[in-house]
């Protein structure tokens, strides 16, 4: 069933364990080293920036491979393309699987770059030999998604893969939506209906967990809770269920008419947020805790976005004022543990180090403001208003 | 897996003893939960926010606030801001140093913002520098390299990083590098590879002489990108390809040793990125234009990127052996 070997990832969770501890003092080094020794990773899985360099050169080579196929076959091509193209595509795809199959249990490749690409561009392979012979039916959408849904799935228990998740339950969302938006009472239960499939996931990731192979999945499974909190929200957030209304309905008017039950729309994107937020403190759960933010954000641009009364820059300034007070309140209370929580960073959760980047295009963005402004504005009162826009 | 297993699992091997296991489950218990990260975030996008209203604020309310008022209201703000900085200081040394105000990183921060604010609004209103544009970029540049270290902050020095490059006339920032540079103006290709060699060389020295250390990666990750990027786009150019391709090369080279001795992947991924684009552009340049280009291309990207995976597949033996 799994391409991978539980080993591995059992001995690599074991290992980052040891290490954890280790580094707070729980552990001494020789235990460690036992640890290491005992739990061996025996695979190759090389550093994050090596991956995304395999992973870059292995898609080039898949497809100029195609490229090269084509032209050895171009002839057979120009006679018959459809016959050609499938099978060009499926000798291609059952191709990479061998290739993909044959390096997991020689090189012992886990999640390295190689084998992603070779997943990803077999996917891709077969799903257009499918839509190939599909197309002529000229059939719904939610029901070309439900014949390469198999693939996906097959290639999920498979290999654990997080992109080919998220990709799983993006085509299990349009699948959904676009079958209700066959009847009427689908339409106009679209929100209702998504946020059931949602609670109804998340309960089902939740089940998975429970399973004894629970740690092959563990990174893809995060994914699919993230996206299950993210869909829960968003079918019943009010700006998506507005404009979405209008857009199904085709009306085209500046501002799109008013929803039925918008009170109750109003309670859950106000609700949800607080929920998340609160979730994620009670049960220390980083997942909804970001979501909770992320989705308090999202309500305060539709409140706005509906009823901005106040302007923009008084808007920001109130927000930052806010933001600012609040953050450094707690920041200053959890200098110290307090209820559980503290300021202090953890020594496993690294942040990416991309303020770098982030403050150098701020600047940058604010510099060049200035010299446009100053080279080519002159003094007109016209080019003052663009100084705040970063 | 719980930890409770985990333990199980070590125990079972007696590579620690009950005593351990019940020691690391109650440090387990009582373990706070961070919100480091989340608090950050939000203290930082309260600083943005801020700083952006007030800009708006300020050039909307010109006439009834009173130029006056505005100047030392935003001169009030920066001085304060850097105020707080110097107050909650530690003492300069060439190694990091561990901040204890957990405020003063982000009030320095919001004391530079503002700080260019103030002086674009000086220069707005009342023609400061007068003609003398490049003084806009290059103050700010000083301030905030002397900020940078003398106040120990890795932020700060990205943007005197990126304000120097300005002054210059070179967008550094990896956005803007694509989209603000006009790689095709004469000798702009050779002044960002001047100042891209220019910052890697200060980043070497900071590495390798200890000082500022940690400074090195801003340093290196933006002068090599700047680097790389201006002298690709020369490769591409008309005039003296053969020049900017070796000019890639030896920087992706130098990359590849840096990556090594110190373990940071992402220069190596830069290197052989750029290396492989220069080295197949100038390739692609000798072969005529005939109909093998299209078979040529199709078996050179097949067996260049079999051979690429190759080497990195092997690349802790090959570095093991040299």
Known sequence: MKAYQQQWIDNSFLQSKAQDWF?????????????????????????????????????????????????????????????GLTILALAFGIFSVFLLETLITTKKIFQSGIDNGLLYCAIVAFVTVIYVQLEPLHLPAWLEFT???????????????????????????????????????????????????????????????????????????????????ASAYLSVNYFIVREGNAMINKVITSVAPQIG?????????????????????????????????????????????????????????????????????????????????????DSNYEGLNIDTLLLSELVNHKLGQHNDELKFGGGSTAGGGAGGEY | MTDQKVLEIFHAKSIISTKEVQKINESEKSKPFSLHYELRILLYLGIFLLSSGLGIVIYQNLDSIGHTAIVIFISFLVVSCFAFSSWKKQNFTWDAVEQVNPFADFTLLLGCLSFLTLEGYLQYQYSLFGEKYGLITFIPAIVFFFSAYFFDHRGVLSMAITAFASWIGVSISPLAVFSKNDFTAPYFIFTSIALGLLYMAIGLLSEFRKLKQHFAFSYLLLGSNLALIAGVAGVFSEHHKYLYTLIVLAISVGLFFYAKIKQSYVFLLTGIVFAYIAITEAIFDIFPYNSMRAWFAAYYFVATGIGVIFLLFNLKKILKKS
């Open chain 1, 23 to 83: 580094e707070k003092g729980l552990l001494s080094e020789e235990q460690n080293i036992e640890i290491k020794n005992q739990f061996p990773l025996d695979f190759y899985q090389p550093n994050p920036f090596i991956r995304i360099a395999l992973f870059l050169f292995t898609c080039l080579a898949c497809i100029f491979s195609v490229s090269l196929l084509y032209l050895i076959f171009e002839s057979t091509f120009r006679e018959s393309p459809k016959t």
């Open chain 1, 147 to 229: 014949f390469i849904m198999p693939f996906f799935l097959v290639a999920y228990i498979r290999y654990a893969d997080v992109f080919v998740a998220c990709v799983i339950y993006f085509l299990l969302v349009m699948i959904l939506v676009d079958f209700s938006l066959t009847f009427f009472i689908g339409k106009t239960l679209l929100p209702f209906i998504m946020l059931l499939f949602s609670l109804g996931a998340y309960y089902f990731v939740e089940k998975l967990k429970q399973r004894a192979d629970y740690l092959y999945y563990e990174t893809s499974l995060d994914i699919f809770k993230t996206l299950t909190l």
């Open chain 1, 261 to 345: 039950l918008a009170p109750l729309f109003y309670f859950f994107t106000i609700l949800i947020p607080i929920v998340y937020i609160v979730v994620g403190l009670k049960k220390r759960d980083r997942t909804f805790l970001t979501l909770g933010l992320l989705t308090a954000g999202f309500s305060f641009f539709t409140y706005r976005y509906y009823f901005g009364i106040i302007p923009t820059e008084i808007a920001l300034l109130i927000c930052g004022t806010l933001l600012i007070g609040t953050a450094s309140f707690i920041i200053y209370q959890l200098k110290q543990v307090k209820f559980g929580f503290t300021y202090a960073p």
